[in-house]
Antibody, heavy 121, light 107 residues
């Protein structure tokens, strides 16, 4: 059974940093691209970042580019999101998601339950 | 960036109703279109990928169609467990984008 478990969220002051973790199990982690998606209070889903299976292709939403860094450790079946210079508008639930295989046309077929991040003084 | 525009933003429907949600991309995205269901406090759930392919375990009352820039999610007979928010997403460009969501509420 595929499982994605996020952790690392919490309350942080504006301008500070936070690192999110996603522990993956139940599939061959290093075969798949992974993503971070967030949902701010009262808002819709917003794609944040993605990383290819070998970390060779990485992408960021304009809203986080230059402040957030995605990474993965295939030996540990783990995905990370380093968030620097946090702003109030980064307050959201952050979800880790697995990208489907080649026939899935880049759909996100499994998601974690999310971890909350609150940026406030 | 590719913009995804969903309509309507919300709708009220009764159990048994046929519901249609549309999604328009700002440029052609081939078959890189997926649909998700999201309920409060839960993880989003993939319903449809590659425009019209039903994800394993998803009831057959859900279907997707479309091509190019215009796509549709249809629920043939709305069930109580279907009240949720639905999102389309394009996987065509490196910068993935979601539609703004359609909230399906009980009439």
């Amino acid at each position: 059974e595929v499982q994605l478990v996020e952790s690392g969220g919490g309350l942080v002051q504006p301008g500070r940093s936070l690192r999110l973790f996603c522990a993956a199990s139940g599939f061959t982690f290093d075969d798949y691209a992974m993503h971070w998606v967030r949902q701010a209070p009262g808002k819709g889903l917003e794609w944040v970042s993605s990383i290819s299976w070998n970390s060779g292709d990485i992408g960021y939403a304009d809203s986080v580019k230059g402040r957030f860094t995605i990474s993965r450790d295939n030996a540990k079946n783990s995905l990370y999101l380093q968030m620097n210079s946090l702003r109030a508008e980064d307050t959201a639930f952050y979800y880790c998601a697995k990208q489907g295989g080649s026939g899935w046309y880049n759909a996100l077929d499994y998601w974690g339950q999310g971890t909350p991040v609150t940026v406030s003084s | 960036d590719i913009q995804m525009t969903q309509s309507p933003s919300s709708l009220s429907a009764s159990v048994g109703d046929r519901v249609t949600i549309t999604c328009r991309a700002s440029q052609t995205i081939s078959r890189y279109l997926s649909w998700y269901q999201h309920k409060p406090g839960k993880a989003p759930n993939l319903l449809i990928y590659a425009v019209s392919s039903l994800q394993s375990g998803v009831p057959s009352r859900f279907s997707g169609s479309g091509s190019g820039t215009d796509f549709t999610l249809t629920i043939s007979s709305l069930q109580p467990e279907d009240f949720a928010t639905y999102y389309c997403q394009q996987g065509y460009s490196a910068l993935r984008t979601f539609g703004q969501g359609t909230k399906v509420e009980i009439k």
